[in-house]
């Protein structure tokens, strides 16, 4: 137990002064706004996709269906045809319905607000029982939707966190939840989220990472193992 206590404070210290980094280079991200519901259904859009296809998509909804009501009660293949730039429309346009009926039903019409009162357990168990909404979803609606202090882990964080160590190799999505989530920093799971995405999505990248311009040389066991990589 000693020795567990002595590497979680180690890790604990290593991930603050990984966000002390990204904001000295980066600065404070723009936070995403937006309504639980809002938050919600625009990360579905996101899954598998890039964030200009996920905007096409989400902003074709919104241009063509002036509120919620209107999605559930439109023709699918109107829905599918706004959800085209995202792919998988068809897949998409049911999950969205269906998220839109239980939200509805569980809390009535409006934007999901009711979710943000619920405490934080109960409040992932109800996301969670959504189709197609997973742990970094679930924490997304309740970080930028709600406001709380939770760290999502999408693919790029996965991938940074494992290059530096403080994750195994092997770990999934819940697993990187449960062991990041208490090593951040208090009050800043949402910008450490966001600066370690754009991290990852100019330097730290999945094919071909910039290692001439990593933060964290010395630490990186990508670096190590594969020298310095070529910057393309």
Not at 15 to 43: C, D, F, N, W
Not at 149 to 154: R, T
Not at 161 to 186: Q, Y
Request: with cysteine; hydrophobic share 35%; net charge positive.
């Amino acid at each position: 137990m000693a020795l567990f206590l002595v590497r979680f404070l180690v890790s604990r210290e290593r991930l603050s002064k990984i966000y002390q980094a990204l904001y000295r280079a980066y600065g404070p991200p723009p936070k995403p706004e937006g309504s639980p519901l809002e938050v919600l259904i625009r990360t579905v859009l996101s899954q598998n996709t890039n964030d200009r296809n996920r905007d096409l998509a989400y902003e074709a909804l919104r241009r063509n269906f002036p509120d919620w009501e209107s999605v559930l009660s439109a023709p699918l293949g109107e829905l599918e045809r706004c959800l085209h730039p995202a792919g998988l429309s068809r897949q998409r346009s049911k999950r969205i319905r269906e998220i839109l009926r239980k939200a509805r039903k569980d809390f009535g019409e409006g934007e999901l607000e009711g979710l943000c009162l619920l405490p934080r357990d109960r409040a992932l168990e109800w996301l969670l029982n959504l189709p197609g909404v997973g742990l970094k979803t679930a924490y997304c609606v309740l970080a930028f939707g709600c406001g709380q202090d939770l760290f999502p882990v999408d693919t790029h964080i996965l991938r940074i966190t494992k290059r530096l160590g403080l994750l195994p190799e092997r770990a999934g999505s819940e697993e990187a939840h449960r062991i990041l989530g208490p090593m951040v920093p208090e009050g800043k799971g949402r910008d450490l989220h966001l600066l370690l995405i754009r991290y990852g999505r100019e330097i730290c990248r999945a094919r071909n990472p910039r290692c001439d311009r990593c933060l964290f040389p010395e630490e990186c066991l990508y670096r190590q193992k594969n020298g310095n990589q070529r910057t393309v």
